[in-house]
């Protein structure tokens, strides 16, 4: 696609429910970066692929936070037993590769009520 | 750690008041230093790259220049269209993800 697309752009979800936030790179990027990021802060990492691997993911809060990329291309971050501090604008971005820069998303805004 | 301090937090520019932003890094080995534009409610656009002490880039009234330590952004006769969030990362040897700092909040007044 012509830029990094991620849906949905708003979520409010009640606490405790489960949510899956998607991801669609630019076609043909091989990174592909999950950020959290609070109003008036920068973007806090969280998780990262390369391909369909699993890079890192020491941002990650918790164990209710969970990513995938199945066949390298798509990703989920999913967010089990949502908290009210889950609250927070989720970007994503990728990369042609590691080496280069990111484009980041629109974002998906969550709010748990 | 890895860390990034951007300053000043907010900065307001009269047209035309060229000024620079800046941003301090304590990494592990850098890999790449990155500057990216963010406009409210718009996910952050990259600027540029900056790779090595004494690098320099530059696109329009934007220049960036990178030292051992800090990087700064240098906006020469801003204009209003300039205003928007101002975002430094930094890329270390070992990783490939990008650490951020809080930004600079730029509102450029005609």
């Known amino acids: 696609g012509a830029g990094v697309s991620q849906s949905p752009r708003y979520k409010v979800t009640k606490r405790g429910q489960d949510v899956a936030l998607r991801c669609d790179p630019i076609?043909?990027?091989?990174?592909l970066y999950w950020y959290r990021q609070a109003l008036g802060q920068g973007p806090e990492f969280l998780t990262y692929f390369n391909y369909e691997a699993q890079q890192d993911k020491s941002g990650l809060p918790n164990d209710r936070f969970s990513a995938e990329r199945p066949e390298g291309s798509i990703s989920t971050l999913t967010i089990q037993r949502t908290e009210q501090r889950d609250s927070a604008m989720y970007r994503c971005?990728?990369?042609?590769?590691?080496?280069?820069?990111?484009?980041f998303g629109q974002g998906t805004r969550l709010t748990v009520v | 750690e890895d860390q990034v301090t951007q300053s000043p937090e907010a900065l307001r520019l009269q047209e035309g008041e060229s000024s620079s932003l800046n941003c301090s890094y304590t990494v592990s080995g850098l890999r790449g230093l990155f500057w990216y534009r963010q406009d409210p409610g718009k996910g952050p656009e990259f600027l540029f790259t900056?790779?090595?002490a004494g690098e320099e880039k530059e696109k329009e009234r934007l220049k960036a220049t990178l030292t051992k330590k800090e990087s700064f952004l240098h906006i020469t006769a801003p204009k209003p269209e300039d205003s928007a969030t101002y975002l430094c990362a930094v890329q270390a040897r070992n990783t490939d993800k990008l650490i951020f700092g809080t930004g600079t909040r730029l509102q450029v007044f005609p």
């Open positions: 971005a990728s990369s042609l590769d590691p080496n280069t820069e990111a484009f």
């Open positions: 076609s043909g990027h091989v990174s």
């Open positions: 900056l790779y090595s």
